[in-house]
């Protein structure tokens, strides 16, 4: 890996970085509210401009003249399969071996049952502690349902996920590649190619990577992943999930959801369940089209970008803000080796909720994660180093003057 440049110490500095970006012009791709800086596009991605017009296209044009004739004359049957090709590069996966489709804890289900179904000897799903709840729940649901059973062991010390799988009885492991938390980013070859040493399969969550840095799941090994599109990828609120099958599970590999969209001869209508070839096995049934009108616009945008130069810039962002909120006193969970983190810096603070809910009254957008977790979250194609230093110092006065201390920034809203 190529040496990060030092972390600008000034605001003329950041500004001279914003003039030498070569990705600075995606920004101007997005609609982004005046008087915000958005640290939050790990939650939900920024909107991008193509979105309006593509979703009123789809609307307008291809359902209200279209009508049923768009199924097959907009593409509406095969956009599982067409988003699930554009969106394959940026996981480092052929264009086949992934379906857009369905939510993240849908797919999550799927993944789990097929893997568990392909190590028939074996009943155990090796998970994380800290892991996204549903990650947890789904987990729980799947192994209640067969009888299995779930163990955790933390990813991010070292030895725990090794000594997990050395009793040999893990039939599949399930980690996110970063922790939505910490921001810690997982060692993707090596986790799964221990898995795999042990006779386990692995089901990656990529919810919080894609978009956020190159992913390689094929070169990894990895067996199954989700993820979902309305973080990083900027595909709009409850946006559809992807599943990512690799190509040599596709003729063994057996969902429990066996709807008729995943069907091999669809337009048959017979009464019994023949799985399509390959990813298209994953699938169910109908999906909600003016939600994919979105994501496809988004993911036209990113086919132009190059995820190396994300990558790059989201290291610096993210060093940046580290370092001014360090000098702040501020306490960083997230690991400080470049190749150990994603693209979010989580911060400790008891006073974390009103710290966050101080910062958003004047601008600059960011979440909480209880217990006592800040996060803010760098999205390197709308957000210019200047962006970053101006956050990073408004949160600095915001915690130096004790400004958050206010009680109106302890009331609690419903989403955090
Ligand atoms: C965001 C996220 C999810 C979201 O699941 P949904 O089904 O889309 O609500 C799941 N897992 C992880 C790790 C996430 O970060």
Known sequence: ???????????????????????????????????????????????????????????????????????????????????????????????????????TSANL?????????????????????????????VTQGVTDLLGAGQRLADPDEPGRIAEALAAGDVAVVLLSHVDYRTGALRDMAGLTKAAHDHGALVVWDVCHSVGALPVDLAGCGADFAVGCTYKYLNGGPGGPAFTYVAERHHASARQPIAGWHGHARPFDFAGEYVPAAGADRFLSGSQPLVAAAALEASLELWSRVDLR?????????????????????????TPRAAERRGSHVALRHPGGYAIVRALIERGVIGDFRAPDVLRFGFAPLYLRHVDVFDAAHALAEVVESGEWRDPRFSERAHVT
């Open 1 to 103: 890996m190529t040496p990060l440049p030092p972390t600008p110490a000034t605001r003329e500095a950041c500004a001279e970085l914003d003039a030498a970006d070569p990705i600075a012009a995606f920004r101007d791709e997005f609609v982004l509210p005046e008087g915000v800086i958005y640290l939050d596009g790990n939650s939900l991605g920024a909107l991008p401009r193509a979105v309006p017009g593509r979703v009123a296209d789809l609307v307008e044009r291809e359902w209200g003249q279209g009508l049923v004739r768009s199924w097959n004359d907009a593409g509406w049957w095969d956009k599982p399969r067409t988003l699930g090709a554009r969106l394959a590069p940026l996981v480092g996966a052929a264009p086949h071996e992934v379906v857009v489709g369905d939510g």
């Open 109 to 137: 289900f799927k993944a789990l049952v097929a893997a568990l179904r392909l190590n028939p000897g074996r009943r155990t799903v090796l998970g994380e502690p800290g892991n996204f709840p549903t990650d947890l729940y």
């Open 309 to 333: 130069q994300v990558r790059a810039k989201s290291l610096v962002l993210t060093d940046l803000f580290r370092s001014v909120a360090e000098s702040a006193g501020l306490a960083v969970a």
